[in-house]
């Protein structure tokens, strides 16, 4: 019944799609008020979607198997909680919820747009339908949620376990609004251009919907960055993985967009490049859910894919980037009135060198994830590009940047002299003793992590030192800059001070090492609602005789049958200690993976700050009118 | 600036003494840089497949036989293909993927600094 529901729902929210196309097209001419039609029906659309994607949640919670989505990624003994967040935990499911974003961002848009021309408003409202039509047909053609079975089956095939997890049933739906918020400056740009209304008029009025995506964008990342150090085992937290890299390319275009936006909101210069930025990062965000859906990758990530898919979101990308192109060279005119010049040393040079460092790393990442695809299918020989490639191409040319985070935000608009060269001289000659003292005690040898060490202190303390000097003054931008340097910083003590201890052990014994012994007390077992659990017992003790407990779990699920190991995570403000058992075939051993990692809980905390300058800078401006 | 070229070069000196310590953890150094071939986009170090743990075995043994790093690449790429290498050495295939990225750089930096009004002091 409720996949019924859903499944008419989806047509009747298609219907509505041309509805508003049909006003839209009508209103274009009128020259009066938006007409209440487009308003209503966009609304009505919303609800549609909404009441489709509970149909599809109530299939789940009801365990309904004549629903074929339900059927293949559910099961009747899994809790609650992941019966709901296994909706989305799926290719059908989280397409809908896809399609729920974007009709929920269109409503938000026009109810937050009323003071702007009524042309772009319009505009925009037909360029989203088009990409809304697509993910309609899309959806309900080749992968409708809705499908169903006969003769129902007793029980289903169960949702993958890695995925039974709190931050993965909330990493999805985050990570959505990030995508999906930037289709709303995509369009919206495309709109301005037609309506000649590329201003700083508009800039303001995006920059809200550009920072939106963006914190979104930051959190979801960091969420599945979190999920992947617990639930993979491995204790690392990002991999240069494809799919990682798919979700950083948006979040770097849409980076540079949120800094070139400010120019144009202060000057409107930089308007084409504005425009190549926002179609850059949507079609990013819509080729990364192509990459990932189509299989073409080899990625931990990969859970749901279909050729067929794929040619379709390959041929509806293709369909959008040319309308973008087409719009961008009939439509767009520069403004050459308006170019204002401006002095080597100014707020404008330093937030383009922003924008081509960015560029640099986007293109690197771009890169390195595409181009094993492409030789692959010219020549069909399979080549790897993993964390060292990305080293080496990002360290170097990260260390200007971050001089360049720390001194940009001080210059002025057109031109600008740098005011107290001593304190920024002597800030940077601290650093680099600092980071000198610190890399002769790692014992950590080569010479370019001195400098980017010093180049992280560096921001660090100039940001530091604004917060209690500037005040309220930038301090959004301030905020962001400094977490910045902070997950900088977190990263390479991370990365340098972790040791970890792998071994073989059985019940009873202990492993011992001049720094620490781990013994492994017992095993329990414990049965769960759809696993089973054993869990081990361990105890460590440091130098100074202090023990801790660390109880690692493998669990075997009942449906579908798996064993995942799952670690155990004691954290404190210092450091993290992470233990996972395996079993190891045919043997009583349990392999045993134990790693001290420094930091760990401020590389999340640093990226919270980052989101939060975000943040800070919405309230701030609903603060200031 | 003086101070801070004085400083480099300092620090320069200090680092050259450093560069011959020896590679303690090389056997997870080298781990981490091999594909787990069975895995989904896991590395060697990081997996606990059969295939990584016999590989882990594998270069330990090589290194007690006293290959360098780099020859133990070439032994296991010459078995297992340039797949495993998570390092992408530098030949005729990969050439576009280690300087496109770096290419791309220079012409970005061109274009900024050739198309923007900037009026010199």
């Known amino acids: 019944m409720a996949s019924l529901i859903g499944s008419y729902s989806l047509f009747f929210g298609l219907g509505c799609s041309l509805l508003v196309v049909f006003f839209s097209l009508k209103d274009l001419k009128n020259l009066n008020n938006l007409d209440n039609k487009i308003l209503s029906l966009t609304f009505l659309q919303f609800l549609l979607v909404v009441l489709s994607f509970f149909g599809l949640i109530i299939s789940f919670v009801n365990s309904d198997f004549s629903n074929l989505t339900v059927f293949n990624h559910s099961h009747t003994t899994k809790p609650l909680f992941y019966k709901i967040s296994g909706t989305w935990g799926n290719h059908e499911g989280s397409l809908l919820l896809w399609l729920l974003v974007l009709t929920l961002f269109i409503f938000l848009f026009l109810i937050r747009s009323k003071k702007e021309p009524k042309k772009y408003r319009i505009l925009t409202i037909l360029f989203q339908q088009i990409i809304i039509i697509g993910f309609f047909i899309f959806l309900i053609k080749t992968s409708n949620p809705f499908d169903y079975i006969y003769p129902v089956p007793k029980e289903g095939l169960g949702l993958n376990p890695i995925l039974q997890d709190p931050a993965l049933a909330f990493h999805p739906p985050i990570l959505y609004l990030g995508y999906v918020g930037t289709s709303i400056i995509f369009s919206s740009v495309l709109a301005a251009s037609v309506s000649n209304y590329i201003t700083k008029e508009w800039a303001k009025h995006i920059k809200q919907w550009v920072i939106i995506s963006w914190i979104f964008l930051s959190l979801g990342i960091l969420l599945g960055s979190i999920w992947a150090y617990y639930e993979l085992g491995w204790g690392g937290f990002w991999f240069w993985d494809p799919v990682e890299n798919i979700s950083l390319m948006p979040w770097l275009a849409l980076t540079t967009l949120l800094h070139c936006i400010l120019v144009l909101e202060k000057k409107s210069i930089l308007t084409s490049w504005v425009i190549i930025l926002s179609i850059a990062t949507f079609t990013l965000s819509m080729s990364g859910t192509f990459l990932v859906r189509s299989g073409i990758l080899n990625s931990v990530h990969t859970f749901a894919n279909d050729p067929e898919r794929g040619l379709f979101i390959l041929i509806f990308l293709f369909t959008l980037i040319f309308l973008s192109l087409f719009v961008f060279f009939f439509f767009h005119k520069t403004d050459k009135k308006n170019t204002t010049s401006f002095f080597l040393l100014s707020k404008e040079t330093s937030i383009l060198v922003n924008n081509w460092f960015m560029m640099y790393f986007l293109a690197v990442v771009l890169i390195g994830t595409i181009y094993p695809i492409f030789l692959d299918v010219i020549s069909s020989q399979k080549i790897s590009v993993g964390p060292p490639f990305y080293h080496k191409l990002i360290i170097p040319f990260l260390i200007p940047f971050l001089l360049m985070m720390a001194i940009g935000p001080k210059l002025n608009w057109i031109k600008s002299e740098l005011q107290n060269k001593f304190y920024l001289a002597s800030f940077f000659v601290i650093s680099l003793f600092l980071s000198f003292m610190i890399i002769r005690m790692l014992e950590i040898s080569i010479l370019i992590n001195t400098v980017l060490f010093a180049s992280a202190f560096y921001l660090f303390f100039i940001t530091l030192r604004d917060f209690f000097i500037k005040g309220f003054k930038n301090l959004a931008q301030n905020i962001a800059h400094f977490g910045f340097s902070l997950l900088i910083l977190s990263i390479l003590f991370n990365n340098f001070l972790s040791t970890e201890i792998i071994t073989n052990l059985k019940v009873g014994e202990t492993y011992q090492s001049n720094k620490l012994t781990i013994n492994f007390e017992k095993i329990e077992k414990k049965k769960m609602q759809n696993f089973e659990a054993i869990i081990g017992k361990f105890n460590i003790k440091n130098e100074s005789d202090y023990i801790e407990i660390l109880k690692p779990e493998l669990r075997i699920y009942n449906q579908p049958n798996i064993v995942t190991s799952e670690a155990d995570i004691k954290t404190n403000l210092f450091s993290d200690k992470f233990m996972t058992m395996n079993l190891v075939q045919n043997q009583e051993y349990f392999n045993i993976r134990y790693q001290k990692k420094p930091f760990m809980i401020w590389i999340w905390f640093s990226v919270l700050i980052i989101s939060f300058g975000g943040l800070f800078s919405l309230l701030k401006k609903r603060y200031e009118s | ?121």
């Open chain 2, 1 to 121: 600036m003086k101070i801070i070229n004085l400083l480099i070069i300092i620090i320069i000196l200090f680092n050259f003494n450093l560069s011959n310590a020896k590679d303690i953890n090389s056997s997870s150094k080298i781990t981490k840089n091999l594909r787990c071939l069975v895995c989904q986009g896991q590395s060697v170090h990081d997996s606990d497949s059969e295939f990584a743990i016999s590989l882990k075995l594998v270069v330990e043994k090589k290194i007690d036989e006293g290959m360098s790093e780099k020859e133990i690449y070439e032994f296991l790429q010459i078995k297992y293909g340039d797949w495993i290498l998570y390092d992408p050495e530098l030949n005729q295939k990969t050439f576009i993927l280690w300087f496109l990225p770096l290419l791309l750089f220079l012409i970005g930096g061109a274009i900024i600094f050739k198309n923007l009004k900037i009026k010199k002091n």
